[in-house]
């Protein structure tokens, strides 16, 4: 039995009932955690036992949200399309929910055409006005009120529905019928577009992240047969028209074309791909037909990968999301009984119930805590979905909001501020030996070696045609090399700490003016030097500047010699850089960066840099890096790009700023309507434009990130 479980939760609008659901399913004692993201309706459940847990867990969000309905995820697949389909329509696509919606419409057109026409058009007549404004009323408030009344016997007295209702009443109470109708409708015009855009806000975000294909072009016999993408296997051959997305991870099999690769890597600029290349789905076939081969299905392909990695990021909530969580709890309580205070006890003193009634009852309408707790998670939810653009995946809001924190930049040198693609330079050999020979010797001991430096030696070796023989076994050294046994034969391919353990003498041995050196022995005897050249990125000096812009520091670790480090930390512009450092001594240094600067992010991709990626404040790998470091980075960077560390401390920055301006514009509205209307200033109406028009600019304001140029 797999120990988590996803569930779509249907017909969901409220950012803080979802909380109150959240809050109640984790008090659930066969539960161990559940995390409700409003942003894409997805409840995650560990739990020790899921029988009837489904039903239980729907029971009790209908008992803070009618109409909810709760269905697990079964294939990936299936949960996409329709939670993409939810995510851009108003519906679910159920039947009932058409029918909801198409009621409330029809209610609330009605109800406010009668309002208009009775209060400002004064079409009805004077004897029927109060008749009507009931009427209206109940076409407004009935659905209201009704799930009020359910939600009371149920136990749930401070939702929307039920201080919205105890606001009206009490306006009808107290003889302002107008007002009590009136604020009846705009509330539900606010709320109707509230949701509107809610549901275009989410459509934004999905449709920046889920490159998916519903379907592909399968070739059978020469034959194009259009086929689900889910049905599509490992070794089918798909055709790939001009302007159509690579469905799935695969290799081109026939054809040549340029590829738009900036959907996945945020890359501007088209690559090349002709027969043998492999293809990532996602990008787009821009010049010429292409025939593919499957490398992996659906579920397994790059564009599932970072739409799952998107909704599994907005899971991961932020400090200030947990704040606001706990603080609408309290917050709601403490304005009710503000409420009830202003209206009992200048009462008491002035006599003046009507007046300070109708104050207690605009505190009501204020009381609802919805533009708090739905503004800031969709703004982290943007801010994941605005980094996906530039092939940037966020693993969750807590690893932006740490990032917007982070002092100074640490990078790795070797495929991150380097290309990586280390070519041999020169071969220094000892007297005796001749260029070819160390070569032949180097290059068969490393063919056991998968580091780019060893990669480049025997690709120098088989340019020059020499055969080359695999090592019976080796061993690899940390930091220092390796030991390749031919036979009888010891091979040593390192640095001189390896040749020092090993008791080598290299008395003719004259350190390289710059780049990596390998040096070779064999049989205890010292052959000579290759010399080796990595080049710097493109983009590195001008992204260092523009981290430098931005009060960062900058840092490099990497196992190189020290001239080696000075050299490349002085043609990228990094502040320090250091050198001669083991895997372990990465940490060692980053710490110690970390008590110099304050908090840190490491930038890495080597299966070596996973413990420092780990240990950093934050950790970011290179989409091309190994498995082992993208699995323990906080931060993945798609495209390789060093550019793309700046533009991701950016997005972090500007999404928790957004998420504060939410949280501060919103309580600042709700706070001046309140002090404005014990000053006798605010009227109902504007208590409504405090709670649902709020809640809108929030929405909208949330978004914004999405539309940033970086």
Excluded at 354 to 377: D, G, H, N, Q, R
Excluded at 551 to 578: C, F, N, P, W, Y
Aim: proline share 2%; hydrophobic share 45%.
């Amino acid at each position: 039995m797999k120990k988590q479980r996803t569930y779509l939760v249907e017909n969901l609008g409220c950012a803080n009932c979802g909380a109150k659901m959240e809050a109640a399913i984790n008090n659930l004692p066969e539960v161990n955690e559940a995390k409700l993201v409003f942003a894409t309706r997805k409840l995650m459940v560990d739990a020790t036992d899921y029988t009837n847990l489904r039903e239980r867990m729907e029971e009790i969000c209908n008992s803070i949200e009618s109409d909810i309905v709760i269905r697990e995820v079964g294939s990936k697949t299936s949960e996409h399309k329709h939670e993409h389909h939810h995510a851009c329509c108003d519906s679910c696509g159920h039947e009932h929910h058409h029918e909801h919606n198409n009621w409330e419409v029809v209610t609330l057109g009605l109800g406010g055409v009668i309002f208009i026409a009775t209060e400002w058009l004064g079409i009805v007549p004077e004897a029927y006005h109060f008749y009507a404004l009931i009427f209206a009323y109940l076409l407004l408030g009935g659905r209201i009120v009704w799930i009020a009344l359910q939600n009371i016997v149920k136990g749930n007295v401070f939702d929307e529905n039920f201080l919205m209702t105890v606001a009206t009443l009490g306006a009808f109470f107290i003889q302002a019928w107008e007002e009590a109708v009136g604020v009846m409708f705009f509330y539900r015009v606010g709320e109707y577009f509230e949701h509107r855009a809610v549901e275009k806000s989410r459509g934004q975000i999905m449709a920046a992240v889920d490159m998916r294909p519903e379907v592909v072009n399968l070739l059978v016999d020469g034959e194009v047969k259009v086929i689900p993408a889910a049905d599509a296997k490992v070794g089918d051959e798909l055709l790939v028209r001009v302007g159509d997305r690579i469905p799935l991870d695969g290799i081109v099999v026939d054809g040549e074309s340029l590829l738009d690769t900036s959907p996945v890597t945020g890359e501007p600029v088209p690559v090349k791909r002709v027969r043998g290349d492999e293809v990532v789905s996602g990008c787009v076939n821009t010049s010429g037909m292409l025939k593919m081969r499957v490398e992996k299905v659906l579920e397994e392909s790059m564009v599932t990968k970072i739409l799952d990695s998107v909704e599994n990021a907005a899971a991961s909530k932020p400090a200030i999301d947990k704040f606001i969580t706990r603080f609408a709890r309290v917050y709601t309580p403490f304005v009710v009984i503000a409420a009830i205070l202003t209206a009992v006890i200048p009462s008491l003193v002035t006599g003046e119930w009507e007046k300070w009634i109708y104050t207690a009852l605009t505190f009501l309408v204020i009381s609802c805590p919805c533009a708090l707790v739905l503004s800031v998670p969709l703004a982290f939810f943007s801010g994941i979905g605005a980094g996906s653009k530039y092939g940037i995946l966020f693993k969750g809001g807590v690893a932006m909001d740490a990032l917007k924190n982070i002092k100074a930049v640490v990078m790795d040198k070797t495929g991150t501020i380097t290309q990586g693609n280390f070519v041999l330079q020169k071969v220094n050999v000892s007297k005796g030996v001749t260029e070819q020979a160390l070569l032949q010797i180097c290059a068969s001991a490393e063919l056991a070696s998968t580091h780019p430096i060893a990669v480049s030696i025997v690709e120098a070796a088989k340019e020059r045609g020499l055969q080359l023989e695999r090592a019976d076994k080796f061993e690899e050294h940390a930091g220092e090399g390796l030991v390749a046994y031919h036979g009888e034969d010891i091979v040593l391919c390192g640095n001189v700490k390896l040749l020092d353990r090993y008791g080598v003498k290299i008395a003719d041995y004259h350190e390289a003016e710059s780049g990596s050196e390998v040096l070779v022995a064999k049989n205890s005897k010292y052959l000579g030097q290759l010399v080796i050249n990595d080049t710097l990125k493109e983009d590195a000096k001008l992204a260092v500047g523009e981290l430098k812009k931005q009060g960062l520091v900058t840092a490099m670790l990497t196992g190189d010699s020290q001239r080696e480090a000075e050299a490349i930390a002085k043609a990228a512009g990094i502040d320090e850089g250091r050198a001669k450092l083991l895997p372990q001594d990465k940490l060692q240094e980053l710490n110690s960066l970390r008590d110099k600067y304050g908090s840190v992010m490491f930038v890495g991709d080597g299966i070596n840099d996973a413990p420092v990626l780990a240990g950093a404040n934050v950790g970011a790998a290179m989409g091309s890096g190994a498995d082992a470091a993208i699995e323990a980075a906080d931060v993945v960077f798609m495209n390789n790009e060093v550019s793309s560390i700046s533009k991701a401390i950016y997005i972090a920055k500007e999404t928790g700023r957004i998420a504060w301006q939410n949280v501060i514009f919103a309580l600042a509205v709700k706070a001046v309507i309140m002090v404005a209307g014990l000053l006798g200033y605010a009227s109902m109406w504007a208590a409504v434009f405090a709670d649902t028009g709020v809640a809108m600019l929030c929405v909208l304001n949330s978004v914004r990130i999405l539309y940033k140029k970086l």
